[in-house]
T-cell receptor, first 117, second 116 residues
Framework: AQTVTQSQPEMSVQEAETVTLSCTYDTSESNYYLFWYKQPPSRQMILVIRQEAYKQQNATENRFSVNFQKAAKSFSLKISDSQLGDTAMYFCAFMKQDTGTASKLTFGTGTRLQVTL | DTAVSQTPKYLVTQMGNDKSIKCEQN?????MYWYKQDSKKFLKIMFS???????INETVPNRFSPKSPDKAHLNLHINSLELGDSAVYFC???????????????FGPGTRLLVL
């Protein structure tokens, strides 16, 4: 079974600064996908970024980027130029590659990020 | 033009009642899911359907019964509600690619269920 660990329950960052959220995972699978989802106070789960394990290049989406270290089983999220609207709970999630069937997301416990003025 | 919608958004009910939550997606996806988020914000898969067929059924009490009338809809019926069922229930959907797998899941807004 896979496990996902987010060791930072809460973090705070000032507007315009950069913050990094940590995520580690444990799996014996070689092919899998990793995701970061954001859950603002509205409760909506919003996809932030996705990484395929077979890709060495780190995924980037505008101000969001990841540092994917496959050997270390680490998948951190960097938010640059933080904005007030980035205030949310951030969840790291793992999905193994199950060809031929639907795959479930295994989530970490989340990191609550507060962006301050 | 909401992609994944759920009704109702809030549900307050008494212990022992039966209730249903509805989910609809207009993304043309083949696969739909139910996740439960507990009071500590932990999210866990409950069920998954692909083209109306049950694929994933995690250890969920059989008081929970999903139903998929067509591939755009996945409903969750809960019998004999208990206090521990209080949570936020999320519906999600994704494409289904046999060869690749790993399709991104898109979530609905969640239904907050409170059992008194």
């Amino acid at each position: 079974a896979q496990t996902v660990t987010q060791s930072q329950p809460e973090m705070s960052v000032q507007e315009a600064e950069t913050v990094t959220l940590s995520c580690t995972y444990d799996t014996s699978e070689s092919n899998y996908y990793l995701f970061w989802y954001k859950q603002p106070p509205s409760r909506q789960m919003i996809l932030v970024i996705r990484q395929e394990a077979y890709k060495q290049q780190n995924a980037t989406e505008n101000r969001f980027s990841v540092n994917f270290q496959k050997a270390a089983k680490s998948f951190s999220l960097k938010i640059s130029d933080s904005q007030l609207g980035d205030t949310a709970m951030y969840f790291c999630a793992f999905m193994k590659q199950d060809t031929g069937t639907a795959s479930k997301l295994t989530f970490g416990t989340g990191t609550r990020l507060q962006v301050t003025l | 033009d909401t992609a994944v919608s759920q009704t109702p958004k809030y549900l307050v009910t008494q212990m022992g009642n039966d209730k249903s939550i509805k989910c609809e997606q207009n993304l043309g996806h083949d696969t739909m899911y139910w996740y439960k988020q507990d009071s500590k914000k932990f999210l866990k898969i409950m069920f998954s359907y692909n083209n109306k067929e049950l694929i994933i059924n995690e250890t969920v009490p059989n008081r929970f019964s999903p139903k998929s009338p067509d591939k755009a809809h996945l409903n969750l019926h809960i019998n004999s509600l208990e206090l521990g069922d209080s949570a936020v229930y999320f519906c999600a959907s994704s494409r289904f690619l046999v060869r690749e797998g790993g399709e991104t899941q898109y979530f609905g807004p969640g239904t907050r269920l409170l059992v008194l």
